[in-house]
T-cell receptor, first 116, second 116 residues
Framework: AQKVTQAQTEISVVEKEDVTLDCVYETRDTTYYLFWYKQPPSGELVFLIRRNSFDEQNEISGRYSWNFQKSTSSFNFTITASQVVDSAVYFCALSSQGDSWGKLQFGAGTQVVVTP | GAGVSQSPSNKVTEKGKDVELRCDPISGHTALYWYRQSLGQGLEFLIYFQGNSAPDKSGLPSDRFSAERTGGSVSTLTIQRTQQEDSAVYLC??????????????FGPGTRLTVL
């Protein structure tokens, strides 16, 4: 069965600090995609990043970066130099070949609170 | 361009009544998804459409829930004989292809359903 675990319920930081969100996933499939979504207080889920199971290269996109390690089934996400607008709930999600591709399996989410 | 739209934004109903929730996906997107977000259960997958067919209905919680999609566009989620545990935010998403995997899913603002 597919499963995504986000152990951190809430993280509070002061503006300009870095924030790292943990995500651990479980799947028996060899082909899968991992995602991070952001849900600000307005409620609408916003796509942030995506990584497929065959590409473990870690990247940086603006203030966002991610660390994908298949050996530990982890897909951690970092916000560098956090800003108040980063305050939101962040969800890690998994989509896999064996699960019809048709659905995202979400983690429970991590609430990020950035204070000025 | 226009994003995913959902109506109504809020729905209050009495236990036992039927409700219909509507989703207008992004034009040209072949895949459409319904999710439910509640405090106790997090983000749960309900059903996935590829065109007008639903290859994955595995998330529908009971036979009181049904969904259809017509013309490869608009979708309606129907809940019959609503129960208080159906209270949640119902989210719709669409993606360009779906079956290819890895597609970014674009989410609508959701319909908040309250069953009294």
């Amino acid at each position: 069965a597919q499963k995504v675990t986000q152990a951190q319920t809430e993280i509070s930081v002061v503006e300009k600090e870095d924030v790292t969100l943990d995500c651990v996933y479980e799947t028996r499939d060899t082909t899968y995609y991992l995602f991070w979504y952001k849900q600000p207080p307005s409620g609408e889920l916003v796509f942030l990043i995506r990584r497929n199971s065959f590409d473990e290269q870690n990247e940086i996109s603006g203030r966002y970066s991610w660390n994908f390690q298949k050996s530990t089934s982890s897909f951690n996400f970092t916000i560098t130099a956090s800003q108040v607008v980063d305050s939101a709930v962040y969800f890690c999600a998994l989509s896999s070949q064996g699960d019809s591709w048709g659905k995202l399996q979400f983690g429970a989410g991590t609430q990020v609170v950035v204070t000025p | 361009g226009a994003g995913v739209s959902q109506s109504p934004s809020n729905k209050v109903t009495e236990k036992g009544k039927d409700v219909e929730l509507r989703c207008d996906p992004i034009s040209g997107h072949t895949a459409l998804y319904w999710y439910r977000q509640s405090l106790g259960q997090g983000l749960e997958f309900l059903i996935y459409f590829q065109g007008n067919s639903a290859p994955d209905k595995s998330g529908l919680p009971s036979d009181r829930f049904s969904a259809e999609r017509t013309g490869g566009s608009v979708s309606t989620l129907t809940i019959q004989r609503t129960q208080q545990e159906d209270s949640a935010v119902y989210l719709c998403a669409s993606s360009e292809r779906g079956l290819a995997g890895g597609d970014e899913q674009f989410f609508g603002p959701g319909t908040r359903l309250t069953v009294l």
